[in-house]
């Protein structure tokens, strides 16, 4: 009697392959009767039978995902921050990793949806635009996303959101956004993600302060009233002993050489620019003490409507008044000084001392602004710069620039020009100091000094004063500066 294998139906059996991560796939067998069994016949040649082929389907394509150019002629970046690593899932605009260039620091997003397979830059090296950023493992074919959409600029705007607290529900955020929130004193399940699938983005946890506390400024950027009390007047004049000499103690460790990037090496070519202007300069000092009466007065009711108030908005409008009298001081200039552009924009920037250095953000149409809107907006601009999260529209634009060196320290200053600006002013610290009121009668006042830098290729020295005079004139009489007002 003839063997009649048992066969099972493979007409599905191709369906059983797990063809992503390579499932061993199903087989069929033929089986036979047991050969201990008293039906056991003699072996004879099964029939040829037609068997399905199943195996391991290759993985999707790797493509490279590489720098887009992020504009305003960058070429290269410095890589600050990872937010994935070798085999994450990513999709579409999911943040890849945070880049600083000499401009502002900016969010790269993912152009593909798939899996991570190489990062090619370690944190803090260079990375230059056209090179590879990542290898993506992709499904198959992917839908190109436009280059615009690659690079999502940090830059916060001014309007608030509404917030909601969800409950229930899983946050997505990255850890940098988690420990910006950490730092901050925020709960992640009361800010609103607008990311890919809700996810929270840097930008909504500082529109989340801007909303809820007004983005307080750094104690340290605000002028003080400097009051020099007996006590501290006798500890300032008192001897000091000589300090004791201790031999030399040989230096360990070795001397470190490292590039020139981001930030810095955008100042080392401003700053090299710069020495190509003949810098005329030019230093007063300003009674502010009705300025300091006035700013006390108006303090509170800012905070109530959640902004700081500081000198600073009253410095900077006066600069805008006096710059609607002497336009070639908003101006700027070509290389060969041939021709000059009068701005319309008063967009003064503010130089802001930050963990990267020296930043010059600039408030935009101050000409068009209240006293209590240019401190909303520096409000913003130095809690952004604070976090190192100054966007470009921030840094780019400036046509007048005040340094504010007297919150540090210090009383006069030489203020070097930003290109192609043609003039910049330096604000000393304020000081309680004795001065002869109209009657001859010693008083307290506050003082302040500044210095003032101009072009001298296109602005004589009379013009300089006569702008000087006139800002000094607006804040040592706060009131004159209301029949300006627009």
Wanted: proline share 7%.
């Amino acid at each position: 009697m003839a063997t009649v294998p048992l066969r099972v139906s493979i007409r599905f059996a191709g369906r059983l392959v797990c063809p992503r991560y390579g499932c061993r796939p199903w087989t069929p067998r033929v089986l036979t009767a047991d050969p201990g069994s008293p039906f056991h016949p003699t072996p004879t040649r099964v029939p040829q039978e037609r068997f399905f082929r199943a195996g391991h389907v290759a993985p999707g394509p790797i493509l490279p995902f590489k720098l887009a150019d992020i504009g305003e002629g960058i070429r290269e970046v410095v890589v600050k921050e990872w937010y994935v690593k070798e085999g994450d899932v990513v999709s579409q605009f999911d943040s890849i990793c945070e880049v600083q260039s000499d401009k502002a620091s900016v969010t790269i997003t993912s152009r593909y949806a798939g899996i991570i397979r190489k990062l090619y830059h370690e944190v803090d090296s260079t990375a230059l635009v056209g090179s590879p950023l990542v290898d993506i493992e992709t499904d198959g074919v992917q839908e190109e996303v436009p280059q615009e959409d690659v690079v999502e600029t940090l830059a916060v705007s001014r309007g608030g959101n509404a917030h909601q607290e969800v409950k229930g529900q899983k946050t997505l955020a990255t850890p940098a956004v988690r420990r910006l929130a950490m730092e901050s004193n925020v709960k992640l399940s009361e800010v609103v993600g607008t990311g890919n699938d809700g996810r929270i983005l840097k930008e909504d946890i500082l529109n989340f302060l801007s909303s809820q506390t007004g983005a307080i400024l750094p104690p340290c950027s605000d002028h003080k009233e400097q009051t020099l009390s007996s006590e501290a007047a006798a500890r300032a004049t008192a001897p000091v002993a000589p300090l004791a000499r201790h031999p030399s103690v040989p230096v360990e460790g070795k001397n470190g050489t490292e590039r020139l990037k981001g930030f810095q090496k955008a100042m080392a070519k401003t700053m090299a620019a710069a020495l190509k202007i003949p810098h005329f300069g030019y230093c007063d000092e300003v009674d502010l003490t009705k300025l300091v009466r006035l700013r006390s007065e108006l303090k509170d009711a800012a905070e109530m409507r959640g902004v700081k108030l500081s000198y600073m908005p009253f410095f900077i409008k006066a600069t805008s008044l006096g710059l609607l009298q002497f336009p070639i001081l908003n101006a700027s200039v070509d290389e060969s000084c041939s021709n000059i552009t009068y701005k319309a924009a008063h967009n003064i920037g503010l130089a802001m001392d930050t963990p990267q250095g020296l930043l010059v953000p600039n408030v935009k149409n101050v000409q068009a602004l209240s006293i209590f809107e240019i401190a909303a907006e520096l409000n913003r601009l130095q809690a952004l710069g604070a976090m190192g999260q100054l966007g470009t529209a921030d840094l780019t634009g400036g046509t007048f620039t005040i340094s504010n060196i007297g919150s540090i320290g210090g009383t006069y200053t030489k203020p070097v020009i930003l290109p192609p600006e043609v003039a910049i002013g330096a604000l000393g610290k304020i000081q309680v100091l004795p001065r002869l009121n109209p009657w001859d009668e010693v008083v307290k006042a506050h003082i302040m000094k500044v210095s003032w830098s101009a072009d001298h290729r296109i602005i004589d020295g009379a013009t300089m004063c006569r702008f000087s005079n006139l800002w000094r004139s607006y804040l040592e009489n706060p009131a004159s500066m209301v029949l300006d007002l627009k």
